[in-house]
């Protein structure tokens, strides 16, 4: 069964930090990994899906990277800003219908 | 504006009292699933459907049913409502099972 870990659970950094986002995976055989967005009291919303083929996959300041071998991504947010605060949740894919498995998360706080 | 949309977004109901939880998504996606977010332990699939007459379980079906008679919409219904059920509750759609994945607001339901 796969488990997903995100490390830290909690990140507070000042306003124009640049900073990673951990996420570690024991099933290696994944398909792809997507990163999630989540406002409180909101659905989440899809960052960026990178293929187990890819190792990098880029969207404005996001920057996900995937190593799948050792069964890690990182998610990297250049120059944060208050409005990046938000829980970032990673999810491996392994292939069928319900084989996505999500992490609890990172819980981001980017202060002024 | 492609959405998923859930109904109702938030209820409050006594043990026993049947529900429906609508869910509906105007993207054409093949595949549509539902998920529990409780704290502490992340996100759980509940069912999922491949297509049109095609479901199946997650990995906490129990207390729950689902219906796919047309490709876009995906209810779920609560038979006879538990405490246990009290969370937040999320549908889900794609293109594919593999693809991007699309969610709704949430519904937070409370049982009584």
């Known amino acids: 069964k796969q488990e997903v870990t995100q490390i830290p659970a909690a990140l507070s950094v000042p306003e124009g930090e640049n900073l990673v986002l951990n996420c570690s995976f024991t099933?290696?055989?994944?398909?792809?990994l997507q990163w999630f967005r989540q406002d409180p009291g909101k659905g989440l919303t899809s960052l960026l899906l990178?293929?187990?083929?890819?190792r990098e996959q880029t969207s404005g300041r996001l920057n996900a990277s995937l190593d799948k071998s050792s069964g890690r991504s990182t998610l990297y947010i250049a120059a944060s800003q208050p409005g990046d605060s938000a829980t970032y949740l990673c999810?491996?894919?392994?292939?069928?219908?319900?084989?996505?498995?999500f992490g609890t998360g990172t819980q981001l706080k980017v202060e002024l | 504006e492609a959405q998923v949309t859930q109904n109702p977004r938030y209820l409050i109901t006594v043990t026993g009292k049947k529900l429906t939880v609508t869910c509906s998504q105007n993207?054409?996606?093949?595949?549509m699933s539902w998920y529990r977010q409780d704290p502490g332990l992340g996100l759980r699939q509940i069912y999922y459907?491949?297509?049109?007459?095609?479901?199946d379980k997650g990995d906490v079906p129990e207390g729950y049913k689902v219906s796919r008679k047309e490709k876009r919409n995906f209810p779920l219904i609560l038979e006879s409502p538990s405490p246990n059920q009290t969370s937040l509750y999320f549908c889900?759609?794609?293109?594919?099972?593999?693809?991007?994945?699309?969610f709704g607001e949430g519904s937070r339901l409370t049982v009584l």
């Open positions: 889900a759609s794609s293109f594919r099972t593999d693809g991007e994945l699309f």
């Open positions: 099933d290696s055989a994944i398909y792809n």
């Open positions: 990178i293929q187990s083929s890819q």
């Open positions: 999810a491996p894919y392994t292939g069928g219908g319900n084989k996505l498995t």
């Open positions: 993207m054409n996606h093949e595949y």
């Open positions: 459907s491949m297509n049109v007459e095609v479901t």
